[in-house]
């Protein structure tokens, strides 16, 4: 075959497999807009695994008609002017998830800006665009994704069951809505009654309730305030007591500078600080927010930017280890027994 280059809907179809691998990285990405535009309502519909319909209505800053037809090109974004990628702020930064998402599926985003601007609506159908056309709306962004991979077969293959697909959604949704608990979300699964969880205050008892509407109450009531601090990076949240255990690891929820992420570094901590108070094959709950300035981590290192890089991992790590540490010590009796599932 002769070397070419690409065309850009083929590029676009490649691109959005590493930022899009599932209905809950679309959502995940859709709903961090919505946090993005200063959202203080963001309403979330997932129906069908996710693969038939997500949608997500914020009353955040909205887009004019120009730049509507902006959002959904690769590569342009709002949010990275100073050109400093170990400064960023916001949670997208890539412009990249509206475009993957449009080669991929079915996607109409209506908005209106905030103030007396008019409402417009877009769509994407995969990688093929229609011109932007005025809409009906109040001020803010509705963002529709229908038939995810409708476009690209091979990656339907790929899917887990139906549920799964939802459980996964909803997961990426908690975890942003305990990033942030000064934004009320309602969640609708399925014609399911919604889960609704109201704004709450931005300090720690505003996180905590946040926490127990999310995760529920037991999770609260069987955990530890912690707080510690370390070389201008902060560790607070909620260390899960030893005999409120779980059989994975998929209760802990770990947020680094308000962006939820997975991450070894902070995965291998925990496991250190409970090592002495639970058997290898049990997992606390924790839900634990780290800040430091953000010129010592990297978050550009993976395109679903949950994945990222500590300039100085062994000072996270100590931090960690002692903050859970002195707060379980403190807190409860050495045993090792286990509870919950
Ligand atoms: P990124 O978030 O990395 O900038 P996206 O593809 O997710 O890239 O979005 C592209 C741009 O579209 C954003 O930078 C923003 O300007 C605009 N945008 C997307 N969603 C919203 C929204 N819900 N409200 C307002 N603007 C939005
Ligand atoms: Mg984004």
Redesign the pocket.
């Known amino acids: 075959m002769p070397l070419r280059l690409l065309p850009s809907a083929l590029v676009d179809r490649i691109a959005a497999g590493e930022v899009v691998e599932r209905p809950a990285a679309a959502l995940k ?1 859709i709903v ?3 946090i ?2 200063g959202a203080r309502r963001i309403e979330i519909v997932i129906d069908g695994g996710g693969r038939r319909l997500l949608r997500v209505t ?1 009353d ?4 004019d008609a120009d ?1 509507l037809a902006l ?1 959904v090109e690769r590569h ?4 990275l002017d100073d050109e400093d990628l170990l400064a960023i702020a916001t949670l ?8 993957s998402i449009g080669a991929v599926a079915r996607l109409s985003i209506a ?1 209106r800006p905030a103030g007396n601007g008019e409402a417009y609506e877009i769509r994407v159908e995969g990688g093929v665009k229609t011109p932007v056309r005025p809409a009906a709306l109040g001020p803010g ?1 509705r ?1 529709e994704v229908r038939d995810l991979f409708f476009a690209t077969p091979a990656r339907l293959k790929f899917l887990k069951s139906e549920r799964a697909e939802t459980m996964a959604a909803v997961d990426a949704v908690r975890r942003l809505a305990l990033a942030r608990p000064d934004i009320g979300f309602t969640l609708v699964t399925d014609d399911k009654v919604p889960a609704t969880w109201p704004a709450r205050g931005p300090d720690a008892a505003g996180r905590r309730a946040r926490i127990a509407d999310v995760l529920g109450h037991e999770v609260a009531r069987n955990a530890l305030d912690i707080e510690g601090l370390r070389e201008g990076a902060r560790l607070t949240g909620l260390a899960g007591l030893p005999t409120y255990s779980k059989a994975n690891s998929l209760s802990q929820y770990l947020f680094v500078n308000g962006r939820p992420v997975r991450d070894k570094v902070l995965i291998g901590a925990i496991r250190a600080a409970y090592s002495d108070l639970l058997p290898s094959d049990r997992h606390p709950v924790t839900v634990l927010f780290l800040d430091l300035d953000p010129r010592e981590v990297d978050v550009n290192v993976h395109p679903a930017k949950t994945e990222l890089r500590f300039r100085d991992p062994g000072l996270i790590r100590a931090l960690i280890v002692r903050t859970l540490t002195d707060a379980l010590t403190a807190g409860v009796p050495r045993t090792a027994s286990t509870g919950a599932d």
């Open positions: 990405e961090e807009n919505a993005d535009a914020d955040g800053a909205g887009m730049e959002a342009a974004t709002s949010k997208g930064f890539r412009g990249e998830a509206l475009a908005s962004t963002v």
